[in-house]
């Protein structure tokens, strides 16, 4: 997620070249800028960020980019199942 000094979303035609220097002066694998647009976008979801801010945050007008870019992580799938059921089975 790249920036303009006033804070909003970078050109992405000029993303390329701003991802791909960085990664070749630390020395670490080349990777796809998309990769880690999807890797941010999940990171978000995963810290509970609310939809409407990781739009903004990402640059995104509509929501379908949400489903596009955010994925679930297993650990969120699993970590559902525990509050459901004490909702479900309380014991008071």
């Known amino acids: 997620m790249f920036a303009q ?5 970078s050109d992405p035609r000029g993303d390329h070249d701003t991802w791909k220097a960085p ?3 630390a020395n670490v694998r080349d990777a796809c800028l998309h990769d880690a ?3 941010a ?3 978000l979801l995963v810290l509970g960020v609310p939809t409407r801010a990781a739009m903004e945050v990402m640059g995104w007008s509509q929501m379908a980019m949400t489903t596009r870019y955010q994925h679930l992580a297993p ?8 509050p459901v059921a004490g909702l479900l089975w309380r014991t008071n």
């Open 5 to 9: 000094p006033n804070g909003r979303p």
């Open 23 to 25: 990664l070749k002066e």
């Open 41 to 43: 976008a999940t990171m």
């Open 37 to 39: 647009r999807q890797t």
């Open 75 to 82: 650990e969120l799938i699993s970590g559902i199942a525990e």
